[in-house]
């Protein structure tokens, strides 16, 4: 998994079955938002 910030905006490349890339455009509100759902779901 990879996050890059580009200009305002956060790329975040998570690697798929089949040795392909999905690739999410996020602000950090969204980032924030996602970060706050993965710790919820790993506790």
Do not use: Q
Request: charged fraction near 35%.
């Amino acid at each position: 998994m990879e996050v890059t910030k580009e200009g305002r905006s956060l790329i975040m490349r998570v690697p798929i079955d089949g040795g392909g890339r999905l690739v999410v455009e996020l602000n950090a509100d969204e980032a924030a938002e996602l970060r706050d759902c993965l710790v919820g779901a790993t506790e």
